[in-house]
């Protein structure tokens, strides 16, 4: 038994699929059948790139700038509670000694 390999496109070979769909005046299950991709897949594309044409298809494994950022203050404000935590610990600590 053999696995598939799971296709993957780039941004400019998606940004022109669904530019053929809204500029060009085809339909979808042209340009999906013109590129040999599925028509499903076109769909998805279509609605990510509505959703936000600016970063819309940010590549393998990469984030868009927002969500970049947002996985970034997680991180730093789950520091800062831990510090936070072991600061009121210490206090106790030092507390019950006195």
Not at 6 to 35: C, H, I, P, T, W
Not at 71 to 98: G, H, V
Request: charged letters at 40%; hydrophobic letters at 35%; aromatic letters at 10%.
């Amino acid at each position: 038994m053999g696995t598939v390999k799971r296709q993957s496109y780039s941004k400019e070979f998606k940004l022109n699929a669904v530019k053929m769909v809204l500029q060009g005046g085809k339909r979808a299950s042209e340009v999906a059948r013109d590129l040999g991709i599925q028509e499903n897949m076109l769909y998805l594309w279509k609605r990510k790139f509505l959703e936000d044409e600016q970063e819309s298809f940010p590549g393998k494994g990469n984030l868009k700038d927002r969500d970049s950022y947002i996985r970034q203050l997680e991180r730093e404000n789950k520091r800062l509670k831990d510090e936070r935590d072991i600061l009121k610990k210490a206090a106790i600590f030092f507390a019950q000694e006195e």
